[in-house]
C-alpha cells in the first residue's frame, strides 16, 4: 500500500486568496488524483495528474482555478484560486496501488473559506 | 458512463445486529467495484474490492461485499455490528483500465447500543 501525506491537514482562508495544497507519496506512482468532497457529500473527481504532462480536467473544473503540478512521480500540488466559501470542502489526493486495480487515499485538507 | 447508487443516506443498527449497506452500478464496460470507509476526520480507507474475480469478496473489519451482476448490485455487509464500525461508508465504480473512481453519495451507518 501507499502512506500519502497531505498538508496541510486543514486552513481557513479569507476569499480571494489561493491555496496550495501538497500531496507526498512514499512510493513512486504513475497516476495520481486530486477530489474534492463538499460538506455532507460525495467525492468528486477535479483532475487527474499525470507526471509530464498537464493535468486531465473533469467536466465543471478548470485549470485557471485549480492548477495542478506534477514536477515527479511522487509529488503533487493543487491549488485553489481566487476562493470563495463555495470552495470550503475536503480536499483529497489519491494514487493507485501496485497492481492498478486500488485507489489509496491521504487524509484530505479540510478548507474553510470565509 | 459509470455511476453508482447507494440507498439509504443513514442507516441505523442496534449493537449485534445485521449490517446491510446497498449499492448498485451502472457500467458499459466489466466494473471494478470498491467499498470504501470514512472515519469522522479521516481519509478513505479501502474495505474491500471486486475486480472479476470470485463474486463473493471478503474485506477488512469482518465485512463482504457479493457482486451480482443480474441485479447491477454490490452490497456491503457484517453479520454482527460493533460500535466502532458507525463510520460513512462509499461505494465506488471504475473500469478495469482504472482511469478514475466514481463513488456513490455516501451511507453514514449509525450503531447504537
Known amino acids: 500500500s501507499a502512506v500519502i501525506s497531505q498538508k496541510p491537514s486543514r486552513d481557513i482562508c479569507q476569499r480571494g486568496t489561493s491555496l496550495t495544497i501538497q500531496c507526498q507519496v512514499d512510493?513512486?506512482?504513475?497516476?495520481m488524483f486530486w477530489y474534492r468532497q463538499q460538506p455532507g457529500q460525495s467525492l468528486t473527481l477535479i483532475a487527474t495528474a499525470n507526471q509530464g504532462s498537464e493535468a486531465t480536467y473533469e467536466s465543471g473544473f478548470v485549470i485557471d482555478k485549480f492548477p495542478i503540478s506534477r514536477p515527479n512521480l511522487t509529488f503533487s500540488t493543487l491549488t485553489v484560486s481566487n476562493m470563495s466559501p463555495e470552495d470550503s470542502s475536503i480536499y483529497l489526493c489519491?494514487?493507485?496501488?501496485?497492481?492498478?486495480?486500488?485507489?489509496?487515499f491521504g487524509q484530505g485538507t479540510r478548507l474553510t473559506v470565509v | 458512463a459509470q455511476s453508482v447508487t447507494q440507498l439509504g443516506s443513514h442507516v441505523s443498527v442496534s449493537e449485534g445486529a445485521l449490517v446491510l449497506l446497498r449499492c448498485n452500478y451502472s457500467s458499459s464496460v466489466p466494473p471494478y467495484l470498491f467499498w470504501y470507509v470514512q472515519y469522522p476526520n479521516q481519509g478513505l480507507q479501502l474495505l474491500l474490492k471486486y475486480t472479476s474475480a470470485a463474486t463473493l469478496v471478503k474485506g477488512i473489519n469482518g465485512f463482504e461485499a457479493e457482486f451480482k451482476k443480474s441485479e447491477t448490485s454490490f452490497h456491503l455487509t457484517k453479520p454482527s455490528a460493533h460500535m466502532s464500525d458507525a463510520a460513512e461508508y462509499f461505494c465506488?465504480?471504475?473500469?478495469?483500465?482504472?482511469?478514475?473512481?466514481?463513488f456513490g453519495t455516501g451511507t453514514r451507518l449509525l450503531v447504537s447500543p
Open positions: 512510493s513512486q506512482v504513475t497516476m
Open positions: 465506488a465504480v471504475s473500469s478495469p483500465s482504472f482511469q478514475k473512481l466514481v
Open positions: 489519491s494514487v493507485e496501488g501496485d497492481v492498478n486495480t486500488e485507489a489509496f
